[in-house]
């Protein structure tokens, strides 16, 4: 049977729908290729070294940085530093060919230092965290929460195949 429509009643105007995706939230799709562009302030740890993202690299606009822990939050801050900072790490090149240094040897004390935060295990991953930037006026500070990975690698075991 086919029932007459009543359009007062059964067509109600735009405004007074309901939205069938109310409360979704859009998924977007991680192409491998643009991930380093999706992260913005980056940095990688792994047992020999730290490397900032070439954003990060810039916005710290030194060649020395300050590395903060807080082992209770799980948060590593790099603020910019000078030479004269008794606590201050030189950023570094990983080939001649890079002008300005992105990287930090990590040194035994630094490495013992990483070991504390429990969810991480540089003698096995690299690990590479996305990070926010808080602005304080004079220096940019980066904050980069290490209980949220956005990649894990698994790295070859040395002397093993």
């Known amino acids: 049977m086919i029932r007459d429509i009543d359009p007062l009643k ?18 977007t799709k ?3 290729n643009a991930g380093n562009q999706m992260l913005g302030f980056a940095v990688s740890l792994s047992r020999s070294q730290i490397r900032v993202s070439t954003r990060a690299r810039k916005l710290l606009d030194s060649d020395y940085m300050e590395i903060l822990f807080n082992f209770a939050a799980k948060k590593l801050a790099i603020k910019p530093s000078s030479k004269t900072n ?25 490495r013992a230092e990483l070991s504390k935060f429990s969810n991480l295990n540089l003698e096995r991953f690299r690990y590479r965290f996305s990070g926010e930037l808080y602005d304080d006026g004079a220096a940019g500070v980066l904050i980069f929460d290490l209980s949220d990975p956005t990649d894990a690698t698994l790295l070859k075991k040395r002397g093993l195949e």
């Open 86 to 110: 008794a606590n201050a790490f030189k950023l570094h090149g990983g080939n001649s060919t890079e002008t300005q240094g992105r990287q930090v040897t990590v040194s035994t004390h630094l």
């Open 30 to 32: 991680k192409n491998s």
């Open 10 to 27: 059964d067509f109600q105007p735009a405004a007074t729908r309901k939205d069938p995706l109310k409360g979704f939230v859009e998924m």
